[in-house]
């Protein structure tokens, strides 16, 4: 008798706002996953996954999968391994963290984790409990948000906005610095609804991307100067009294000091700055106050640069002068992650590091962190703010002699990389690495420990791009001898001789209780039977979901046009002009002259040449179609699909660099060089090199990605990187040598 094969319903764990719920299906009899599809009555997942997930039974039985845990046998980076027992593995370890703890104590212990897995548990649920106990350094997880977020929280008082579902309602679309056919495609179908019923789609972006394309209309812009376009609408929009002045009277403070601020900054101003024609803003301006309503589909491109945190809050600011949180699918959308009040302490265990309180590095300055000179690790330390200051060197804390990466691959994804290798290449470093496969990163490790994928483990899903909480069930055994992440800390812990119970409870215990800990009301009425037996559901508010129709979750219930909050903590209390990193003082300067002659007639405009230095461009390196971040970024068939690492290039550029399509280049700054294939284009604003990413380093074609160019520079706010925010030279590869 054979028995019909079993649907086991799960969620897809990866950094992308969709967080589709999918469905296994299992064949009973050899216990193998044979088909993976879309959960056809998940609201927003209807039944499809993305072209790279709709593969994840490829992924997780592919040959390269790690089986077993691994000891270096050759030296740092070589990638040379022995097979090795869990047993021998973990008591090695243990003996090793033990030794590191006497020397120079738990601060010396360093984890690194990114978003691998979204999932509450096998994110940072055992792992925090298990560096929590230990004391170890604390990490800020900035690599991603949380410039945008920052910039968004001090104007909103919550990062949230309209539903997906709700966009449909929009009477105008601006998708700003978001490539949504690539990044966040189960949001597009409600674009369409909105698009069937009449609502233009405007695309602001550096790229006429795949999502520019298929929209009604493409905006260039340069790089980082999204918040002087906010500014110019911002100004129209009071010189033009198209604000709601009911809406702004009831709901927002410092609506006069605003008017003020924007009188500085007219589109003609703005033109200079971002390149976007100034009678282009006036009619966007207009266009955007008369929808009824209006959204802002922002995401984190137009964050990833040094005054990012400033764009973010200007452009925050807009739907509130307008009123359009007032209506169904009006306002911005950058995360839903607010939305959501999960109290995570019982989870990660908070009261296991007592009184203690060590310190903090950020992630973003790994090289740094990693680095022997105290002034280096100084530099290492979190300080997001204007206020917050960064340690004396003889402060900054012990070396870091352990580092512990899991869900994450540093020797790609973190800026720096000549910094972040020469750290990793210590030989008295001991590096420990969680992983499904052999990346850049456990080619570092001295033990690399095979972790279980989402078809092999039980956890939660918070989506930060809609409201629907979802369970991971897993549908088979973990392949080979791997482990979840949180058994692999919990043995961890055991090993290191921690008795307490945190770590002798087991995943679906803590999970449950994680559940049963909310007290928050959107959690009302979702229960741990409730997720088991329908796998994802709404979080508890209501119908349609208007988070700021009336008031904002900030000190005074009022959207903060004025931020004293923001003046506290070191910045403008307004919104601001502040420039990117790539714009020399001189091409500043220049734009500062430009504000002060504020009545220019048409032929006294400034044109965009103003701003473009021609010996150098700028670099942004946004995600690759076919991967997620460097994740499918080792399977032939994602690298095929995305084809070889490429450079795109204005035809200008190229013609005055004499670079032409298919050409091998070099871009080139003080921190490296990497070697890219020419994409000549038309479809990137000249002045600007766009590389989509992130590839890893060791199948590129000089052994090297893009993060060699990248710096680490922190951002205005969050301490976030600058991935887009990097000047370049690029120049044709000149001999065959030097395209090793
Ligand atoms: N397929 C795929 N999907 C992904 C990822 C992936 O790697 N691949 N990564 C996931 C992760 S971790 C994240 S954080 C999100 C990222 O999500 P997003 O940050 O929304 O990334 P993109 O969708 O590529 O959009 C970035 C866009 O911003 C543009 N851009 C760059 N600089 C600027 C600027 O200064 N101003 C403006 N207006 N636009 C700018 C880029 O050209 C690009 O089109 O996507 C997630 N989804
Ligand atoms: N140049 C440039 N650099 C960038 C970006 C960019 O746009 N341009 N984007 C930045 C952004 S937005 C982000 S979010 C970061 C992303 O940086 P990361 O979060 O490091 O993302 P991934 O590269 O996908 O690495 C995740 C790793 O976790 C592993 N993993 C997945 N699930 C599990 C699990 O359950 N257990 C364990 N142990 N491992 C698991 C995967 O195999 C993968 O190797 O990169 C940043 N770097
Ligand atoms: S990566 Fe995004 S779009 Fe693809 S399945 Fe996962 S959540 Fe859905
Ligand atoms: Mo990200």
């Given at each position: 008798?054979?028995s019909?094969?079993?649907?086991i319903?799960?969620v897809?764990?990866?950094?992308c ?15 193998r ?19 790279k ?7 997780t039985?592919?040959p390269?999968?790690?089986?077993t845990p691994l ?19 973990l008591?090695?370890i243990?003996?090793?963290l033990?030794e590191?703890?006497?020397r ?8 690194f984790?990114?978003a ?20 170890a350094?604390?990490?800020?997880r ?6 945008g ?21 929009a ?16 949001l597009?179908?409600f674009?369409?609804?909105a ?17 520019a ?12 100067t ?19 002045r009911d809406?702004v009277?009831r709901?927002a ?8 601020r924007v009188q ?24 955007y ?7 802002i ?7 990833r ?6 764009a ?8 509130a002068?307008?009123?359009h ?19 995570k302490s019982v ?5 296991l590091l007592?009184?203690r ?8 300055r ?9 002034e ?20 900054a804390?012990p ?10 691959n ?11 290798r ?25 033990y690399v ?27 088979i055994?973990?392949?080979?001898e791997?482990?979840?992440?949180s ?9 290191v001789g ?13 999970l449950r ?12 009425g ?6 088991l ?32 909050r ?14 990117p ?7 500043r300067l ?6 002060e ?6 032929d ?11 010996q ?9 179609h ?13 690298r095929?699909?995305?084809?070889e690492p ?6 200008e550029?190229a013609?005055a ?10 871009l ?7 070697q890219?294939?020419?994409?000549v ?8 090199l ?5 590839w890893w380093a ?5 052994g090297?990605n893009v993060?060699?160019l ?21 120049r044709?590869?000149?001999?065959p040598s030097e395209?090793s």
């Amino acid at each position: 008798m054979t028995s019909s094969p079993t649907l086991i319903t799960g969620v897809c764990p990866h950094d992308c706002p969709d967080t589709c719920a999918w469905q296994v299906t299992v064949d009973p009899a050899t216990g193998r996953a044979i088909r993976i599809q879309g959960h056809p009555d998940h609201p927003i997942t209807r039944g499809r996954l993305c072209g790279k997930v709709d593969r994840y039974l490829e992924r997780t039985y592919h040959p390269d999968r790690l089986p077993t845990p691994l000891k270096r046998v050759g030296p740092k980076g070589a990638g040379r391994f022995q097979p090795i027992s869990w047993e021998q593995a973990l008591r090695e370890i243990s003996e090793r963290l033990g030794e590191i703890v006497a020397r120079y104590g738990p601060e010396a212990i360093m984890p690194f984790s990114y978003a691998g897995t979204m999932g509450v548990l096998q994110g940072e649920g055992m792992a925090a409990r298990f560096f929590n106990r230990l004391g170890a350094t604390r990490l800020a997880r900035t690599i991603c948000s949380e410039a945008g977020f920052e910039g968004f929280q001090y104007v909103t008082g919550r990062v949230m906005g309209p539903a997906p579902e709700d966009f449909a309602h929009a009477q105008l679309i601006l998708i700003w610095g978001n490539n949504t056919l690539t990044s966040n495609m189960h949001l597009w179908p409600f674009i369409l609804q909105a698009r069937k019923r009449g609502a233009p789609v405007i695309v602001i972006d550096p790229a006429r991307t795949r999502t520019a394309r298929a929209a009604d209309e493409w905006i260039p812009i340069q790089p980082g100067t999204d918040g002087a376009l906010a500014l110019a609408m911002m100004h129209v929009i009071v010189a033009e009294d198209l604000v709601d002045r009911d809406y702004v009277r009831r709901y927002a403070t410092g609506f006069e000091q605003l008017q003020a601020r924007v009188q500085a900054f007219p589109p003609a101003w703005a033109e200079a700055v971002t390149g976007v024609p100034a009678e282009r803003i006036v009619r966007l301006a207009r266009e955007y106050a008369a929808a009824r309503p209006a959204v802002i589909r922002v995401n984190y491109g137009l964050q990833r640069h040094a005054a990012g945190g400033m764009a973010m809050r200007n452009i925050a600011t807009l739907p509130a002068l307008v009123g359009h949180w007032r209506y169904r699918g009006g306002g911005v959308m950058l995360s839903a992650s607010g939305a959501f009040h999960l109290d995570k302490s019982v989870l990660k265990r908070t009261d296991l590091l007592g009184e203690r309180q060590p310190r903090i590095l950020n992630m973003i300055r790994l090289g740094d962190a990693l680095s022997l000179d105290p002034e280096r690790r100084a530099r290492a330390h979190y300080a997001p703010r204007p206020v917050d200051r960064k340690p004396a060197p003889e402060d900054a804390g012990p070396p870091v002699m352990a580092l512990m990466v899991y869900n994450s691959n540093p020797a790609a994804v973190a800026p720096d990389q000549n910094a972040v290798r020469a750290g990793l290449a210590r030989e008295d470093l001991f590096t420990i690495v969680l992983e499904h496969f052999q990346t850049d990163t456990a080619d570092y490790a001295d033990y690399v420990l095979p972790a279980t994928t989402q078809l092999e483990h039980w956890d939660i899903l918070k989506p930060y791009g809609h409201l629907y909480l979802a369970l991971n069930r897993p549908a088979i055994a973990p392949v080979g001898e791997s482990l979840p992440n949180s058994e692999i800390f919990r043995r961890l812990a055991r090993g290191v001789g921690f008795d307490d119970d945190a770590f002798g409870q087991d995943d679906v215990s803590i999970l449950r209780e994680f559940i049963e800990a909310q007290t928050h009301p959107t959690m009302a009425g979702i229960t741990w039977e409730r997720l088991l037996a329908e796998g994802f559901v709404r979080l508890t508010l209501p119908e349609p979901f208007l988070p700021f129709a009336e008031g904002f979750p900030t000190d005074d219930g009022k959207c903060q046009l004025y931020s004293q909050r923001m003046a506290d903590d070191g910045y403008d209390p307004l919104p601001a002009w502040t420039p990117p990193n790539w714009m020399s003082e001189d091409q500043r300067l220049k734009i500062n002259d430009q504000r002060e002659v504020q009545t220019l007639s048409p032929d006294q405009r400034p044109s965009t040449s103003l701003i473009i230095n021609h010996q150098s461009l700028t670099l942004i390196s946004p995600p690759a179609h076919n991967f997620l971040n460097t994740t499918f970024a080792n399977l032939a068939r994602f690298r095929r699909r995305e084809g070889e690492p490429v450079v795109w290039i204005h035809s200008e550029d190229a013609r005055a660099r004499d670079i032409s399509e298919g050409d091998a280049v070099t871009l080139e700054n003080d921190r490296g060089q990497v070697q890219l294939t020419a994409w000549v284009t038309d479809d990137v604003m000249s002045g600007v090199l766009l590389a989509p990413t992130i590839w890893w380093a060791k199948l590129s074609p000089d052994g090297r990605n893009v993060n060699w160019l990248v710096s680490q520079d922190e951002t205005d706010m969050g301490g976030s990187p600058t991935f887009y925010d990097v000047r370049v030279t690029v120049r044709k590869t000149s001999s065959p040598s030097e395209h090793s």
